[in-house]
């Protein structure tokens, strides 16, 4: 098996860290050999809090990974969010000297560099810049520019950044393992590369990556990221509140919450009760199912109604989005959050997984592995172009 | 773009610039305004008002009025506001001439003393009839200093709250929190003086700075109109290649401000920038939009640039806002009469000055002269509340009224006191803040939906 067509997605989540090994199929295809994971401890709103904890956290991940898939893992492919990742739309442009007729691919790079010359804070880096459309003399709509005529290249992107030494953290705890570091990718960008397809990018479709401590969404509508995002909440809170509300411990709390835990108002009986059991199985206290589930309600309620007025804040992209909401990750699994997101949305919603896979179906169809999955993806697809090198070497070559 | 600010800058703009008096009232006042003399401060003018004419000779400030020629005779006050106040009432006229033609005037006091909660109301109902815009600094004293000066003071800051446009209200026990337990008992004092003439001079440079968005006077108004608003105020400065984000951390972690949690209630709020010519519009953006961060959707946010050569690398943000106490207000329009009702009460009397001791012996002596008459005059005020049981009060001082006055009080004094939030998991983390709210605590605690 050579070497260059395996790809690793790591994702280092607030409640796991998820390891995906995939294999690149000369046909496009991505076969799953197989997923290590741990449970994640020193991670907070998707953000390492406690580097030492952390990190031994990943490096069972990976064991486990290089146990199941067989595989030696030598570089991967990070994940990151966090509440300080936030996202813009700016066009660059370059204007083509008279000699040179025709455009180039150098030219392509120029504008590329053009749309990051704007002031983002000091302490913050580029994590993407991601294209949307290039325009040729005015002209828009324009997917491959080299080889036209004109006399001005302009192009849209879609720029994501966040704070430097926050991504450098979850940089410096692969480094340190050590691996060797490939790219660093938002969550969402990387899970919406195996939620949807093609079609939906282009039809309008929002992805909800709602992890355990963060929900991290973005936009794409005509094919292209029209807007991207962090919002530092996610099943943690839930959890705390849960926690909170019904006065037990948080362990407690997340166990309820997964096993009998519901966004829907109204569907228990009057009075209905859950026996909460202790380690030894013995009764313990009894909560109504109708408190548990109206805080999950109110906490998810709230998250949806902040993301719903957020991606109004600037354009109306919800009137684009016509193929509906897709939410994954772990807390998507919350009974009834489908409908919720349905109704707050006005939109079609689908609870999603990784498509297009082969190999462990076990893997790709929990929601929780989205990310990762799509770490795997985005590294397939970035993979092939070695012809030039990628700006997130910086970080393997600065540390 | 630096050439323009330069240009701005040569424009002479001393004409039309409203006149700012800065006056320090009673010993805690003119200790603040040595404090704000000495930060340096340019274009106002500094009056010191004293009973005590020790302290006032002390005193740099170039204008001095000297309070109750008669009736403390150069002696201080003595911890009764009563004298404080008839001291102030003798040097009306002479209160009036120091206030002439100034447009907007700060009033630093240090309540619960004799001079400062006695003749503070006064003087600030001068300064309003002089159609000026009036900010009060007050500072509340330190628990222990006794409930007695404790309910003086607060008697004295609702009866500031319906004179002045806005009462900024310094807790000396929340500022001494700020000095490290070791620290000496003076430094304590001087942090208090120094948050003053912090705000002071912020506020008044909101007017003197060559502003290329300038803050006009009206908008001020504007964001501090209203009688009983509570004052959010917060001031940070910062250099170095983060100064936009630290200066805003920095104003926001003003005692006032309470981390920026307060500012989501606000309905207008004043921000102002100040940095050398070397400031980028990149660094308001930051600034901006960090801040938009802890404010609500309707927030009315009234923007000030302001290019000062003298800043040099650094940048200034000050902040400024009051949020209406709705449902309050009516109660706490209600102790408006309190000047009033000091003068309706006891003639001028001489009272041997033992700076402020023995305070609580004298409790039992006051009698009630109850007839409004002309005495009460300038301090009538058309939006005075008619009050039901106006003739039956009962003494001001007397004991059984001090804890019952206080505790009506006590809604507004909420200033820099928070319930304790539970965030639970999260608290220690980062907190998550979205248009004000923080996002840690439970849901439905902050929509207050009972669950069992």
Known sequence: ?399 | MIDLNRSYHLVPQTNDAVKIKIIGLGGAGSNALDRILLDGIDDAELVAMNSDVQSLTSSVANEKVQLGREATRGLGAGGDPEVGFAAAEEAMEEIRAALDGAGLIFLCAGLGGGTGSGAAPLVASLAKEHGALVVVFATMPFSFEGKRRAAQAHEALAALQAYADAVICFENDTMGDAVSPKAGIHQAFAAADETISQSVRAISQLFARPGILRIGFDELRAALSGNNARCLFGYGEAEGDNRAHDALALALKNPLMDRGRMLHEAHNLVVNVAGGPDMTLAEVQILMEELGRHLGDETHILFGAAVDPKMGPRLGVTLLSSTQIGVQTTEAAAPVETPAKIVRRRAPELVQSEPEAEEIEEIEEIEEVDEPEEASEPLRQESRAPRPKHGARPPKAAPEMLPAGAAKMEPKQETLQFEAVTRGRFEKSEPTIVDGHDLDVPTFLRQNVRVK
């Open chain 1, 1 to 399: 098996m050579g070497k260059d067509h395996i790809l690793v997605g790591l994702e280092i989540g607030t409640s796991k860290i998820c390891v995906v090994v995939g294999e690149s199929k000369p046909d496009g295809s991505i076969k799953i050999l197989g997923v290590g994971q741990a449970p994640s401890r020193g991670v907070r709103k998707g953000e390492i809090v406690d580097f030492d904890t952390a990190q031994k956290c990943v490096h069972e991940a990976l064991v486990e990974a290089e146990e199941k898939s067989d595989v030696m893992i030598k570089s991967v492919y990070v994940g990151i969010t966090g509440s300080h990742i936030t996202s813009f739309n700016n066009r660059g442009a370059v204007t083509i000297p008279e000699e040179q007729d025709e455009i180039t691919g150098e030219d392509c790079e120029t504008v590329r560099e053009a749309a990051k010359d704007v002031s983002i804070p000091q302490q913050n880096t580029f994590v993407h810049e991601i294209l949307q459309h290039y325009y040729v003399d005015g002209q828009d709509g324009v997917l491959n520019p080299v080889g036209m005529m004109g006399s001005k290249l302009e192009a849209d992107f879609h720029i994501i950044h966040g704070i430097g030494n926050r991504i450098r953290n979850a940089v410096r705890c692969v480094k340190e393992v050590p691996l060797d570091m490939e790219d660093v990718v938002f969550n969402a960008y990387a899970a919406a590369q195996v939620v949807l397809n093609q079609n939906q990018k282009n039809l309008g479709a929002l992805v909800l990556d709602i992890g355990g401590g963060t929900t991290d969404y973005i936009v794409y509508s005509d094919g292209v990221v029209k807007q991207s995002g962090v919002l530092a909440v996610g099943g943690d809170h839930i959890t705390n509140d849960v926690s909170m509300g019904l006065r037990i411990p948080m362990a407690r709390a997340e166990k309820l919450k997964v096993e009998e835990g519901s966004v829907t108002l109204g569907n228990a009986l009057p009075g209905e009760t859950i026996l909460l059991k202790d380690d030894h199985g013995f009764a313990g206290k009894e909560v109504e199912r109708e408190t548990l589930n109206t805080i999950i309600h109110m906490r998810m309620r709230e998250t949806l109604e902040l993301l719903k007025r957020t991606l109004l804040r600037h354009e109306n992209y919800l009137d684009l989005l016509g193929a509906g909401v897709f939410i994954t990750g772990g807390t998507s699994q919350l009974k009834g959050l489908d409908h919720l997101v349905e109704e707050i949305f006005e939109l079609p919603t689908h609870v999603t997984h990784a498509q297009t896979m082969s190999g462990l179906t076990s893997a790709f169809e929990n929601p929780q592995f989205s990310t990762a999955i799509g770490l795997v993806k985005y590294a397939q697809a970035k993979a092939p172009q070695r012809g030039w090198r990628w700006p997130w070497q910086r970080w393997r070559n600065n540390e």
